[in-house]
């Protein structure tokens, strides 16, 4: 996966009434191959990316999404 610029995402479908507003973040595992293509040997080796969804209450059909990479010392050497 890449990092992308921040983006309104329509839904293909609107929330509930009672949805709420918040974020959801997920810390995880996204990139799983170092530059020169050679495989991690474990999924847990895997670069990590920061990824964010907003809710908003009054935008039901649409979310915000944003992500980026854990910029650890692995992850910037690879750069």
């Known amino acids: 996966p890449a990092e992308l610029p921040p983006a309104v995402v329509a839904l ?4 509930p009434s ?7 973040y997920r810390n995880g595992h996204a990139k799983f191959y170092a530059d020169d293509g050679t ?3 474990h999924p847990f080796d895997a670069d990590g ?3 964010a969804v907003t809710f908003d209450a009054h935008r039901k ?3 915000l999404f944003r992500n980026k990479y854990v ?3 692995g992850y910037l050497d690879d750069l």
């Open 49 to 51: 990316m920061i990824v």
């Open 71 to 73: 910029e650890t010392e």
């Open 12 to 15: 293909p479908v609107a929330l």
């Open 61 to 63: 059909n649409e979310v």
């Open 18 to 24: 009672d949805f709420p507003s918040g974020t959801y």
């Open 39 to 41: 495989p991690c040997i």
